[in-house]
Nanobody, 124 residues
Framework: VQLVESGGGLVQPGGSLRLSCAASGFTFSRSAMSWARQAPGKGLEWVSGIYSSGDTYYADSMKGRFTITRDNTKNTVYLQMNSLKPEDTAVYYC???????????????????WGQGTQVTVSS
């Protein structure tokens, strides 16, 4: 199993970034996928999840700003991030599996089915 994130970088407040996560080694199309993040000095938190059905879930602070999508032909999940804020600065991780809206607020536990992460820095 391999998950490789890309697309992070430095962006000004109000800007946008699109993260990508290329997956291999498992049946991507049948798997729920998610994004989580860890801000400096803080714990892990869920960002968004997408199920094989296409159902999506977002943490409250990301609703309306972030959009998760998937392309099963490319085994890739994306996170479009708009209206970025300095508090969005974090390492963003891609993971197999996803929370539901009811469990979105529970801290995730990083395991072997997570990528190595990509840094997003929002700063002027």
């Amino acid at each position: 199993v391999q998950l490789v994130e890309s697309g992070g970088g430095l962006v000004q407040p109000g800007g946008s970034l699109r993260l990508s996560c290329a997956a291999s080694g498992f049946t991507f199309s049948r798997s729920a996928m998610s994004w989580a993040r860890q801000a400096p000095g803080k714990g892990l938190e869920w960002v968004s999840g997408i199920y094989s059905s296409g159902d999506t879930y977002y943490a409250d602070s990301m609703k309306g700003r972030f959009t998760i999508t998937r392309d099963n032909t490319k085994n890739t999940v994306y996170l479009q991030m708009n209206s970025l804020k300095p508090e969005d600065t974090a390492v963003y991780y891609c993971a197999i599996g996803a929370p539901t809206q009811a469990t979105m607020g529970r801290p995730p536990i990083r395991n072997a089915y997570w990528g190595q992460g990509t840094q997003v820095t929002v700063s002027s």
